[in-house]
């Protein structure tokens, strides 16, 4: 059964977004896990998603690794999941929000997930931080001597404009081996310390070749990154979202 939604914010880079849905009765809700929450590596994990389409089904996993890629905060499970459960939430053991599916990688067998910080940082952008941290100010009746704030302070009343293309599966999450990240972090603390990195490139294929010398001298973070996604060009992670047809021309 389809249901009706509208798009409140979302975030490309971190993909994910929020989205508000009306509902003719009551729903049981799952609360997102609070600053206070820490997820390790190990940790039993719930996963719900929809596989191929089809009816909600829920997995047992752990949680395999934390940022093992390069981007926004993502967390890996022990569970490749299938086209549909894109979207679908990662839920601790006792029932809390801390993941949502966006990604597969075949190459490990695992699922990748936008993490926490994603999440929160998303409701914080619409000014819904109290659904996760209680302290929070929370939207609600008027106290006395002072001005009901209208939905639009809440909510975007103008679902921002959607990007035309989705971004690759493997441009913002890009996994290293664990000399790769030793090389590049070196890099970092060496150019931040103010040396100078030379890189010299060598044909394989022609021992006999002239090297070539690259300088590398105050280069941005932005720069390093697009080096570090240059290093592991295969095994990228597949996106898990479901094509669904349009209906009515719609959407």
């Keep these: ?48 998603g929809c ?56 190459s490990d067998r695992e699922g990748l997930y936008a993490a926490l910080a ?42 921002p404009t959607m990007s035309k293309q989705m971004p690759a599966s493997g441009a913002a999450a890009v996994a290293l081996k664990a000399e790769e990240q030793a090389a590049l972090d070196e890099i970092r603390r060496r150019l931040q310390e103010g040396a100078e990195v030379i890189c010299v490139i060598r044909p394989r294929n022609n021992p006999a070749a002239r090297s070539e010398v690259i300088m590398l001298d105050r280069v941005s973070p932005a720069f390093l990154k697009q080096l570090a996604a240059e290093t592991r060009p295969q095994g990228s992670p597949h996106l898990t979202s479901l094509e669904i047809p349009a209906v009515g021309g719609r959407r």
Aim: net charge positive; proline share 10%.
């Design 1 to 48: 059964q389809r249901v009706a939604g509208r798009l409140i914010s979302y975030d490309l880079g971190g993909d994910i977004g929020l989205v508000a849905v009306r509902v003719s009765g009551p729903v049981q809700t799952a609360r997102v896990a609070p600053p206070s929450y820490k997820v390790v590596r190990g940790g039993s994990v719930v996963s719900v």
């Design 51 to 106: 596989n191929n389409g089809r009816q909600p089904t829920a997995r047992h996993s752990r949680v395999a690794s934390i940022n093992k890629y390069l981007g926004p905060p993502n967390l890996q499970v022990n569970d490749q999941p299938v086209e549909g459960r894109s979207g679908g939430g990662l839920f601790s053991e006792d029932g809390l929000l801390i993941g949502v599916c966006n990604a597969a990688d075949p």
């Design 118 to 159: 994603s999440i929160r940082a998303e409701l914080d952008k619409v000014g819904l931080s109290c659904v996760y941290n209680p302290v929070a100010p929370s939207p609600g009746p008027a106290q006395p001597g002072s001005v009901a704030a209208p939905l639009a302070a809440l909510v975007s009343v103008n679902p």
